[in-house]
């Protein structure tokens, strides 16, 4: 049985959590693997940051300008997923900032005008990233008899 897709606002919601204080939002011109982008990034994160521990969220989309990608972290966090996407990348020919700081209100509403712009592509993932699911609740474990 396959995982149900969440919506996008489960992600839009998890991106702008108010628990981290910086947002940005980024368009990946020419981009042609999102995934390895992703990975490249957290493996820049954890190498940059070692042991410790750091906390981001981040969402991707494809809509009608390319894909979009917003992200919400910590200000050090944020500084090296920017020079990350502003270096020359195999993966997409430029990153173009759309959107950089405001709170979590602010942020959620300028992604929610993306999410308008939202073009999913037929027999293909379209959207995904990090998302935290507050109604999750552990498995219950079944009782020794």
Not at 9 to 22: C, F, G, I, R, S
Not at 69 to 95: C, P, W, Y
Request: aromatic share 12%; glycine share 8%.
């Amino acid at each position: 049985m396959s995982k149900p897709i969440r919506p996008i606002t489960d992600y839009v919601n998890t991106v702008a959590d108010p628990a981290l204080d910086k947002y940005a939002t980024y368009r990946l011109v020419g981009c042609t693997n999102i995934s390895a982008i992703m990975y490249d990034l957290k493996k820049v994160i954890k190498i940059r940051f070692g042991g410790t521990a750091y906390k981001f969220h981040y969402f991707w989309l494809n809509t009608s300008i390319g894909i979009v990608v917003g992200f919400s972290g910590d200000k050090q966090v944020m500084e090296v997923i920017a020079n990350r996407l502003l270096d020359h990348s195999l993966h997409f020919t430029r990153a173009e900032c759309l959107h950089v700081g405001g709170g979590a209100i602010r942020f959620k509403a300028y992604m929610q005008t993306i999410e308008m712009m939202y073009r999913p592509i037929p027999g293909k993932r379209s959207y995904s990233g990090s998302a935290v699911n507050a109604q999750a609740v552990a498995p219950r474990r079944k009782k020794r008899a």
